[in-house]
T-cell receptor
Framework: AQSVTQLDSQVPVFEEAPVELRCNYS??????LFWYVQYPNQGLQLLLK??????LVESINGFEAEFNKSQTSFHLRKPSVHISDTAEYFC????????????FGQGTILTVHP | GAGVSQSPSNKVTEKGKDVELRCDPI?????LYWYRQSLGQGLEFLIY????????KSGLPSDRFSAERTGGSVSTLTIQRTQQEDSAVYLC?????????????FGPGTRLTVL
């Protein structure tokens, strides 16, 4: 079985500041890692994912995450946030068995202040 | 529509009543998941359907919960004899066949409140 821990339930930051949302996972098998985002009054949507290859993955809106196998982490970072990044962010893993059942973390609410 | 739709968007019911939640998947998506998002529990997997295969029900919390998927398309999640701890947002997600590592597309959810 897998588990995911998001260490911060809420992260307040000012606009244009850098941010890091932390995610650690536990698994006895290899996993695939995802970050999903839920903007206010919207459904969950995929932000980025790590499947294989380069351990640094990027999204189209400037977020990046780095898979660190030794530390079992997949932290999400952005060098300069915007008001529009205010949302709840979920880290998720799947063991990639015959289907993609996701195990989610508790979520981190990112609030960007002007 | 282009996305996953769910109905109703909100449901308020009394303890002990049965409720039925509906999910309309993206056309052509054969994989369908139900998740539950509740305070203190985060997002948790409930059940998975893939085509005509037997569903994986391993996440259903009790035998009061059941789900079906008719004709490989619309899915309904039924909760019998609702309890206050069933209050949560129930999310449906669908995925293209044979691509289990691809994005799961989530619906807007049904917010269930059990009084």
């Amino acid at each position: 079985a897998q588990s995911v821990t998001q260490l911060d339930s809420q992260v307040p930051v000012f606009e244009e500041a850098p941010v890091e949302l932390r995610c650690n996972y536990s698994s006895s098998v290899s996993v695939y890692l995802f970050w999903y985002v839920q903007y206010p009054n919207q459904g969950l949507q995929l932000l980025l994912k790590y499947l294989s290859g380069s351990t640094l993955v990027e999204s189209i809106n400037g977020f990046e995450a780095e898979f660190n196998k030794s530390q079992t982490s997949f932290h999400l970072r952005k060098p300069s946030v915007h008001i529009s990044d205010t949302a709840e962010y979920f880290c998720a893993v799947t063991a990639g068995t015959s289907y993609g059942k996701l195990t989610f973390g508790q979520g981190t609410i990112l609030t960007v202040h002007p | 529509g282009a996305g996953v739709s769910q109905s109703p968007s909100n449901k308020v019911t009394e303890k002990g009543k049965d409720v039925e939640l509906r999910c309309d998947p993206i056309s052509g998506h054969t994989a369908l998941y139900w998740y539950r998002q509740s305070l203190g529990q985060g997002l948790e997997f409930l059940i998975y359907f893939q085509g005509n295969s037997a569903p994986d029900k391993s996440g259903l919390p009790s035998d009061r919960f059941s789900a079906e998927r008719t004709g490989g398309s619309v899915s309904t999640l039924t909760i019998q004899r609702t309890q206050q701890e069933d209050s949560a947002v129930y999310l449906c997600a669908t995925q293209t066949s044979g691509a289990f590592l691809n994005e799961q597309f989530f619906g807007p959810g049904t917010r269930l409140t059990v009084l």
